[in-house]
């Protein structure tokens, strides 16, 4: 099995993989990342190589998704192939900024797509329609922005804004706005597209580099991503308690 070593500080277990014959360490087309650090990590692993299986393991305090059991045991088990293989649904956004005339741009994430104000003293308005429904009868949203997330993801940002999680579909996630609630959950085939309304606004997504300015007329359209990420762990993954 060709692996690949990814993280800041992943030559540290590099003595423990190269204790089995069957493991092989390799620096390109990689069969299984095996990721050492937090939950930024794996985001980056899978940017870089997606669909390739990653191996979690915890190098840090803020790694919810990362495994802590001993290093040891852990590639112990990657060796034996006893780990247990689990797929998580991506999305896609797709971004249509056709009236600044500048091409198409796809983004894919495993945690959620991610829009907020530009100006600290402007909010952002926006329409959105779920499955080409207007949502609020197709009146304008304001607010700081929103955030649309995977169930893997939504642990993560979207915890932060509504203090609950989901185990299936897509949840939206409003940034500080006046509507009934601070957020929507609905099926993971849905279709979401959203119209800025006035920007400015910032799109970025996981814990990617890039920031995407957005400006009145620019669209979104987000739905489930046709390929999965697939993570090797312990177990079966166990979400907390408190989900919506």
Same mark, same amino acid.
Do not use: Q
């Given at each position: 099995m060709n692996v690949l070593l990814f993280g800041a500080e992943s030559a540290d277990i590099r003595p423990e993989l190269e204790?089995?014959?069957?493991? +092989?360490?390799?620096h390109e087309n990689p069969e299984v990342v095996v990721c050492y650090g937090g939950d930024g990590t794996l985001l980056a692993a899978e940017h870089v190589w997606p669909g390739i299986p990653k191996v979690p393991i915890r190098n840090s305090h803020r790694g919810k998704r990362m495994m802590g059991f #001993?290093? @040891?045991? =852990?590639?112990?088990?990657? $060796?034996?192939?006893?780990?247990?293989?689990?797929?998580?649904?991506?999305?896609?956004?797709?971004?249509?900024?056709?009236?600044?005339?500048i091409p198409p741009h796809l983004i894919v994430a495993l945690n959620e797509v991610n829009v907020h104000m @530009?100006?600290?003293? *402007?909010a952002v308005r926006f329409k959105m329609w779920i499955n080409d429904e #207007?949502?609020? *009868?197709?009146?304008?949203?304001?607010?700081d922005g929103f955030v649309i997330s995977t169930p893997f993801g939504s642990t993560a940002y979207f915890n932060h804004i /509504?203090?609950?999680? %989901?185990?299936? &579909? =897509?949840?939206?996630?409003f940034k500080s706005t006046c509507e009934h609630t601070n957020h929507l959950v609905v099926p993971e085939n849905a279709r979401i597209r959203i119209l800025v309304t006035? &920007? #400015? @606004?910032?799109?970025?997504?996981?814990? *990617?580099?890039? %920031?995407?300015?957005? $400006?009145?007329?620019?669209?979104?359209?987000?739905?489930? !991503?046709? !390929?999965?990420? +697939?993570?090797? /762990?312990?177990? *079966?993954?166990?979400?907390?308690? $408190? @989900?919506?």
């Open positions: 204790k089995y014959d069957n493991l +092989v360490l390799v #001993p290093v @040891a045991d =852990i590639i112990r088990r990657l $060796h034996e192939g006893s780990l247990v293989r689990t797929e998580y649904m991506k999305l896609e956004c797709n971004l249509n900024r056709a009236e600044r005339k @530009a100006r600290i003293n *402007s #207007p949502y609020m *009868s197709g009146l304008e949203v304001l607010g /509504t203090r609950g999680f %989901f185990h299936e &579909g =897509i949840g939206i996630a006035r &920007g #400015p @606004a910032i799109l970025t997504y996981d814990n *990617s580099n890039e %920031f995407i300015d957005l $400006h009145e007329k620019d669209e979104l359209n987000v739905a489930r !991503h046709a !390929h999965s990420a +697939v993570c090797l /762990t312990w177990d *079966s993954v166990r979400y907390p308690s $408190h @989900a919506f």
